[in-house]
């Protein structure tokens, strides 16, 4: 079993940055894909981020491409989403997962089969 903590979320104005971590347990936690979604109010869950197993590959959604980082300690089993120049249209629960089945479905909510309980991020105008 795989649990995911994240933290980090918080109120930030637009042009703000956070740092957004997620604790994974498990011992084989580089054997995963590690995924960051976000779920705004009457919107759907989306993908944001993810990254390779060795953290050298990594994807993100072009809303976010060129002001979120992804990145990952594989020695502390944390994935961070580094997250700079915020809008308030970030504004959304974000929540962590993990692919530990293997599909590689990276960017879509179903090709995770673990969950955190997401972190507030709230960006004002």
């Known amino acids: 079993q795989v649990q995911l903590v994240e933290s980090g979320g918080g109120l930030v104005q637009a042009g703000g940055s956070l740092r957004l971590s997620c604790a994974a347990s498990g011992r084989t936690f580089s054997r995963y894909i590690m995924g960051w979604f976000r779920e705004a109010p009457g919107e759907e869950r989306e993908f944001v981020a993810a990254?390779?197993?060795?953290?050298?590959?990594?994807s993100y959604a072009d809303s976010v491409k060129g002001r979120f980082t992804i990145s990952r300690d594989n020695a502390k089993n944390t994935v961070y989403l580094q997250m700079n120049s915020l809008k308030p249209e970030d504004t959304a629960v974000y929540f962590c997962?993990?692919?530990?089945?293997?599909?590689?479905?990276?960017?879509?909510?179903?090709?995770?089969?673990?969950w955190g309980q997401g972190t507030q991020v709230t960006v004002s105008s």
């Open positions: 990254i390779s197993r060795s953290g050298g590959s990594t």
């Open positions: 997962a993990v692919d530990t089945d293997g599909s590689y479905d990276y960017s879509r909510r179903n090709g995770y089969d673990h």
